[in-house]
């Protein structure tokens, strides 16, 4: 083979997400997405003080830490929040601005310590490196070596939520916890990243809008991030298939699964809700469909009746007694 076809070869693009990220065969990795990254600060609304702190230098594995004004003028510690970034497993960083302008609104309302994880992304860094981090990143806040998670945070009152692959990381934490016989307060998983090898629901349907997600990208996608996989049934991306943990050794006292009705991701997070049910777990679980929404819709309309709705949701759901 001559060099200009080596040249070219290395060059076809192997796997893309459109209008987010291309892959190339020679490993290079193109992301389209034009995220806009922000520093810590203290939030002028709503009186959120934020700072990074590096939990790992050899991975570069950091979090990014959010202190509501009531930290200071209640007496009683607040409710710790480890919160996830969706983006596929490949986009996005706890510095991205849509989703520190959320965390800092969330915390806000809600009055919880958010710790956000900036854990490593693929392709660069397949899974389970993700998955890795995460745990890393709760182990961390256990410890609570931080002075805002010593002074201010409740370790009896630990929730972990994310939207996407981050409630598809939610899921294998909990499991994880489960199997080494612990438990944290909540679990939120959000359009969480579940899928298989067989199609249910509307997936592969053509819907006739545009959809943000289609069937073949999913299968694509999975393969792509995690390249050790055994497959769509894997059950670390389809947790209720055979084989798969059982879903009543999840390691929480309750759990919030919230769907959108015309996300290509809803039935799975509505058969994962139903056989949680099923499986024997003995916590509490609350389910959210938003209707007439699609996938991680409150990022793009933060300010919509149904995205205020999902956010007094996730309010109640922390502040439950």
Same mark, same amino acid.
């Given at each position: =083979?001559?060099?200009?076809?080596?040249?070219?070869?290395?060059?076809?693009?192997?796997?893309?997400?459109?209008?987010?990220?291309?892959?190339?065969?020679?490993?290079?990795?193109?992301?389209?997405?034009?995220?806009? #990254?922000?520093?810590?600060?203290?939030?002028? +609304? +709503?009186?959120?003080?934020?700072?990074?702190?590096?939990? /790992?230098? +050899?991975?570069?594995?950091?979090?990014?830490?959010? #202190?509501?004004? $009531?930290? %200071?003028?209640?007496?009683?510690?607040?409710?710790?929040?480890? +919160?996830?970034? !969706?983006?596929?497993?490949?986009?996005?960083?706890?510095?991205? $601005?849509?989703?520190?302008?959320?965390?800092?609104?969330?915390?806000?309302?809600?009055?919880?310590?958010?710790? $956000?994880?900036?854990?490593?992304?693929?392709?660069? /860094?397949?899974?389970?490196?993700?998955?890795?981090?995460? &745990?890393?990143?709760?182990? &961390?806040?256990?410890?609570?070596?931080?002075? &805002?998670?010593?002074?201010? !945070?409740?370790?009896?009152?630990?929730?972990?939520?994310?939207?996407?692959?981050?409630? /598809?990381?939610?899921?294998?934490?909990?499991?994880?916890?489960?199997?080494?016989?612990?438990?944290?307060?909540?679990?939120?998983?959000?359009?969480?990243?579940? &899928?298989?090898?067989?199609?249910?629901? /509307?997936?592969?349907?053509?819907?006739?809008?545009?959809? $943000?997600?289609?069937?073949?990208?999913?299968?694509?996608?999975?393969? %792509?991030?995690?390249?050790? %996989? %055994?497959?769509?049934?894997?059950?670390?991306?389809?947790?209720?298939?055979?084989?798969?943990?059982?879903?009543?050794?999840?390691?929480?006292?309750?759990?919030?699964? @919230?769907?959108?009705?015309?996300?290509?991701?809803?039935?799975?997070?509505?058969?994962?809700?139903?056989? #949680?049910?099923?499986? !024997?777990?003995?916590?509490?679980?609350?389910?959210?469909?938003?209707?007439?929404?699609?996938? @991680?819709?409150?990022?793009?309309?933060?300010?919509? #009746?149904?995205?205020?709705?999902? =956010?007094?949701?996730?309010?109640?759901?922390?502040?439950?007694?």
């Amino acid at each position: =083979m001559n060099s200009s076809a080596a040249s070219f070869d290395s060059d076809d693009v192997v796997f893309q997400l459109p209008g987010s990220i291309r892959l190339y065969r020679s490993g290079r990795v193109e992301r389209i997405y034009r995220d806009e #990254l922000v520093p810590p600060s203290l939030d002028p +609304t +709503t009186g959120v003080q934020s700072k990074d702190v590096t939990i /790992n230098p +050899t991975t570069n594995l950091s979090a990014r830490l959010y #202190l509501p004004p $009531s930290a %200071t003028s209640i007496p009683k510690k607040l409710p710790v929040f480890l +919160t996830i970034h !969706g983006g596929g497993f490949c986009l996005f960083r706890s510095s991205s $601005s849509i989703y520190h302008s959320y965390v800092n609104s969330l915390t806000a309302k809600a009055g919880i310590l958010s710790v $956000s994880v900036d854990y490593r992304l693929a392709p660069e /860094n397949p899974l389970p490196a993700a998955y890795d981090d995460c &745990w890393e990143a709760l182990e &961390w806040v256990f410890a609570a070596e931080d002075p &805002w998670l010593s002074n201010f !945070g409740d370790l009896e009152r630990v929730f972990i939520g994310g939207e996407s692959a981050g409630g /598809n990381i939610v899921h294998n934490l909990g499991i994880r916890l489960g199997g080494e016989g612990k438990k944290v307060e909540g679990l939120v998983m959000i359009h969480s990243f579940f &899928w298989g090898k067989d199609r249910i629901g /509307n997936e592969g349907v053509e819907s006739g809008k545009k959809e $943000s997600l289609k069937a073949e990208d999913i299968d694509a996608l999975w393969l %792509t991030v995690c390249p050790e %996989t %055994t497959g769509l049934d894997d059950p670390r991306i389809n947790p209720v298939v055979e084989g798969a943990p059982s879903l009543a050794t999840l390691g929480c006292r309750r759990v919030l699964v @919230c769907v959108a009705e015309l996300d290509i991701l809803r039935e799975r997070g509505r058969v994962y809700f139903e056989k #949680l049910k099923e499986s !024997g777990w003995e916590g509490e679980a609350e389910f959210l469909e938003s209707e007439g929404e699609d996938h @991680c819709f409150f990022f793009m309309k933060p300010g919509s #009746l149904k995205a205020e709705e999902f =956010m007094e949701r996730m309010v109640s759901f922390f502040n439950k007694s």
